[in-house]
């Protein structure tokens, strides 16, 4: 096959791939805006602009949740690799859902490079910029970490097969668990947990229950920059679907939902407004007031990380906290059925 041949083929596939994005973000706005309670999936935020705002908003002083992951990982690095690779010193590969940048990442790797001398990461994200990112910053760090993105939103895409690459441990970091409602994130991980083999480990993310004084203003950052996160999903909708979204037209808005434990995020229409959304040939009424749902964050409780990974299949093993015990890492291990505890026992002992 010459180099033209090669290179068609490759446009075609790019934009055959491209389609059905459009197409997975289509039928996500017509089915979150016809709802009686508009809402849209938080998977909508991470195209390339969106994933540069998050990335913006992690180094900002209210969200703690970056810094406090990133200084228990300083902290535990080692014996989080020597706990995850168990008695048998298992050599690892790491493979990580919603990897972003990698960036947090980075400190892990580093602890497994130094204490086995080379590694695979496979870095999972629904954002290619996200992806082409963290393979840069890897490779720059860590010559000796052989990088393999795989573009996917697992949230959708459950009939991914994940590479079998020897004894593995899954990072799913960053409370991002926490976007999830219950019953949805024990179904992916449940999934994840198919993917993996008895003996395989995971490290878990959660942020923690506390007071909504520091959740309030962590996600109604001073500078403005989670209002232009969430408002970037309306601004995407207008660069893909030729929406007509006016983006002044809605002010974000970020609630304690005590009842529920999680925080939410809100796009509140502030007139009476039709909105159009061409490649849906549809318009959507807004009422003044009425909002758009983009996002749930959960916060947990020790005890909702280990039955819910209990439910999962996984095995919780151990955790590492801050000193004020805001957030969480957990090591949780995949066993065989035959000693699986009863997760339903557990959570009636509880």
Request: glycine share 4%; charged share 20%.
């Amino acid at each position: 096959m010459n180099s033209c041949s090669v290179m068609d083929n490759l446009a075609t596939q790019a934009t055959a791939i491209r389609a059905r994005e459009i197409a997975a973000v289509a039928n996500a706005v017509l089915a979150g805006l016809s709802d009686k309670k508009k809402s849209l999936p938080a998977w909508l935020f991470y195209d390339a602009a969106g994933s540069r705002l998050f990335e913006a908003i992690t180094r900002l002083p209210e969200y703690y949740l970056t810094a406090l992951e990133h200084s228990i990982f300083s902290q535990y690095a080692q014996e989080m690799i020597s706990a995850a690779a168990g008695l048998d010193n298992n050599q690892l590969s790491v493979l990580e859902l919603g990897a972003g940048s990698a960036s947090k990442t980075l400190v892990l790797l580093r602890a497994l490079i130094s204490r086995q001398g080379h590694a695979i990461y496979l870095p999972i994200d629904v954002s290619e910029a996200a992806l082409q990112s963290a393979k840069k910053n890897v490779h720059a760090a860590l010559p000796a970490v052989d990088v393999q993105p795989i573009c996917s939103e697992i949230t959708q895409e459950k009939s991914l097969e994940l590479p079998q690459t020897g004894r593995r441990l899954a990072l799913y970091i960053g409370s991002s668990i926490g976007n999830f409602d219950p019953e949805d994130a024990v179904e992916l991980l449940q999934w994840l947990n198919s993917q993996l083999q008895p003996g395989d480990a995971l490290l878990l993310g959660t942020d923690m229950v506390k007071d909504a004084a520091p959740l309030l203003a962590a996600y109604n950052d001073l500078a403005g920059v989670t209002a232009a996160f969430n408002k970037n999903i309306l601004a995407r909708l207008n660069r893909e679907l030729g929406a007509d979204f006016a983006l002044d037209a809605f002010e974000h808005r970020a609630v304690w939902n005590v009842a529920k434990c999680r925080m939410e995020m809100h796009l509140e229409s502030q007139r009476q407004q039709t909105v159009r959304v061409e490649a849906l040939d549809r318009d959507f009424e807004f009422r003044r007031g009425e909002s758009i749902h983009t996002e749930n964050s959960y916060k947990f409780s020790s005890e909702d990380v280990a039955n819910m990974l209990l439910k999962s299949g996984f095995v919780l093993e151990q955790s590492w906290y801050d000193p004020d015990d805001w957030f969480g890492v957990h090591l949780a291990r995949v066993v065989d059925s035959v000693t699986m505890p009863d997760a339903d026992a557990n959570e009636e002992a509880a």
